[in-house]
C-alpha cells in the first residue's frame, strides 16, 4: 500500500509535528519481498577512502582464515573491526540524502522507497601498522646464497613474486615495497629474494676491500669501476643490490654514479656477524674485536646496535648479545611479554628501540610506557616493569 499525501499530513498531526519546520519531502518506506539483515555489510569510510573509492581506484581486504581482516589502500593499511549500534541501520538503493533534494519548501513531495537491508553493526576502520613479520618469515624460507649455491643450481625452494606477496601480507602495496627494501630483499628473475646474511656480508666485504685497495673515499665509491672489478666474482645486480644496501646512490656533474657507503650501517652489519653464533659476549672484549673488524676509517658507537643488540651492565663482567627487534612479535601485548620475561626492569633508554615501531600515529614511547609498564626508580635511575604478570 503507497501511502497518500493526505494520510502523510494526518500522520504528521497526530504527532503534532508542523510541516513547516520539515524537510518537504516525504520517504515512504515498505519493506521488498527479497528483504534480508545478512547479505549486506556496512562499511565507515573518511573522506580521504571515500574519495580515492570515487577516483576509481580500489580497497583490498586482506587476511588468512587466522588472521584478523585489514583494510589496504595504494599506501595506508587499516583493522577492519565491527561496531554495534543500538539504531537499526536501514540499506535503501538509490536514497536521497537531504543536500540531494529539493530546497524549495513550497514543494511537498512524496519517494515512495523499498527497504532491502537490516543492520545493526558496521565495519568501522583504524589505520594501523602493516603486518610484515610474515613478509620476512615467507621469504627466509629460501633466502638467496649466491648463483653457485647447490640450491641455486637445483633451483630448490619457494619463491614468490609481487602478486604473490601482495596476496599474502597484511599491507598495502607502498608499505610493502618499502619494507623489501628495509629488509634487503632484491628481485633476482622475476621472484622477491633475501640474500642470505653470510652472503650479503660476502659482498659486503669485496666493496669494502675494493674501496680500502683503491683508496677511495667512502663518499665517493663509483658504480661502475665497482660493476667492473667485482662482477667477476658475483652478479653485477648483486653488487649493486649490496651497495644500495649500505650506501646512499647519487649522480655527480658528469652523469656518473657514485655511493656514498653508511658507516652506521656498515659498522650495524658486521657487530650483528660477530654476534649472531655466540649466545654471550664480553662487552670490552666486543668492543675491541668489532672496531678491529670494520674498515679502516670506519668508527664504531653503542648507538649504532639499537634494536639489535642489548648490553647487560648489571653481569660481571658486563656483556652484550644480539636481540633483533625484527625478531619480536608485533603484537603489543606479547611484544611486553616478551621483553619483561628477558628482564625484569627496563631503562626507557634501552626499551625504546624496542617498542618504538610498536607507536601509532601521534603515539609517543612515553605513552606506550605508561599503558603497558609500570615506574619506580633503582639506584636514582628511573626503571620499568611490567604491569601484568609474568612467568
Not at 28 to 34: D, K, R, T, V
Not at 217 to 232: N, Q, W
Not at 318 to 324: G, S
Request: with cysteine.
Amino acid at each position: 500500500m503507497m501511502r497518500t499525501a493526505d494520510e502523510v499530513k494526518a500522520t504528521l498531526e497526530t504527532a503534532k509535528l508542523k510541516q513547516e519546520e520539515l524537510m518537504p519531502t516525504v520517504h515512504c518506506m515498505s519493506f521488498s519481498e527479497s528483504i534480508t539483515s545478512g547479505d549486506y555489510c556496512l562499511l565507515e569510510l573518511n573522506d580521504v577512502l571515500c574519495k580515492h573509492l570515487e577516483s576509481g581506484k580500489s580497497l583490498v581486504i586482506k587476511g588468512d582464515k587466522d588472521e584478523h581482516a585489514v583494510l589496504c589502500s595504494e599506501d595506508k593499511t587499516y583493522d577492519v573491526k565491527i561496531a554495534d549500534t543500538s539504531n537499526l541501520l536501514i540499506i535503501i538503493p538509490d536514497c536521497k540524502t537531504p543536500d540531494q533534494l529539493s530546497d524549495d519548501q513550497s514543494i511537498q513531495s512524496l519517494v515512495h522507497t523499498q527497504i532491502y537491508g537490516l543492520a545493526n553493526n558496521y565495519w568501522e576502520l583504524r589505520k594501523c601498522r602493516p603486518k610484515m613479520k610474515k613478509l620476512k618469515k615467507l621469504l627466509m624460507e629460501n633466502p638467496y646464497e649466491g648463483p653457485d649455491s647447490i640450491k641455486e643450481k637445483a633451483s630448490e625452494g619457494l619463491k614468490y613474486t609481487i602478486e604473490d606477496l601482495l596476496n599474502r601480507i597484511q599491507a598495502s602495496e607502498r608499505e610493502l615495497m618499502d619494507h623489501l627494501h628495509v629488509i634487503h630483499a632484491c628481485k633476482i628473475e622475476g621472484y622477491w629474494r633475501i640474500p642470505d646474511f653470510d652472503y650479503e656480508m660476502k659482498l659486503l666485504n669485496h666493496i669494502t676491500q675494493l674501496v680500502d685497495s683503491e683508496s677511495w673515499s667512502f663518499s665517493k665509491v663509483p658504480l661502475k669501476v665497482c660493476l667492473e672489478e667485482l662482477g667477476i666474482l658475483e652478479p653485477k645486480e648483486m653488487i649493486e643490490h649490496c651497495l644500495d644496501c649500505y650506501g646512499n646512490r647519487y649522480t655527480d656533474e658528469a652523469g656518473e654514479i657514485y655511493f656514498a657507503l653508511n658507516e652506521d650501517k656498515v659498522c650495524r652489519a658486521i657487530a650483528q656477524m660477530l654476534l649472531q653464533n655466540v649466545v654471550k659476549f664480553n662487552l670490552s672484549e666486543f668492543q675491541e674485536v668489532w672496531q678491529q673488524s670494520v674498515p679502516e676509517g670506519m668508527t664504531t658507537r653503542r648507538d649504532q646496535l639499537k634494536g639489535l643488540a642489548l648490553v647487560d651492565l648489571s653481569s660481571r663482567p658486563e656483556t652484550i648479545f644480539l636481540l633483533k627487534v625484527e625478531d619480536l612479535s608485533e603484537d603489543t601485548v606479547e611484544r611486553f611479554t616478551s621483553l619483561f620475561t628477558l628482564r625484569q626492569k627496563w631503562t626507557e633508554a634501552d626499551i625504546s628501540p624496542y617498542i618504538q615501531d610498536l607507536c601509532g600515529e601521534k603515539q609517543t614511547i612515553g605513552a606506550l610506557l605508561t599503558k603497558y609498564a609500570r615506574c619506580s626508580m633503582q639506584n636514582g635511575v628511573k626503571v620499568y616493569n611490567s604491569r601484568r604478570p609474568v612467568s
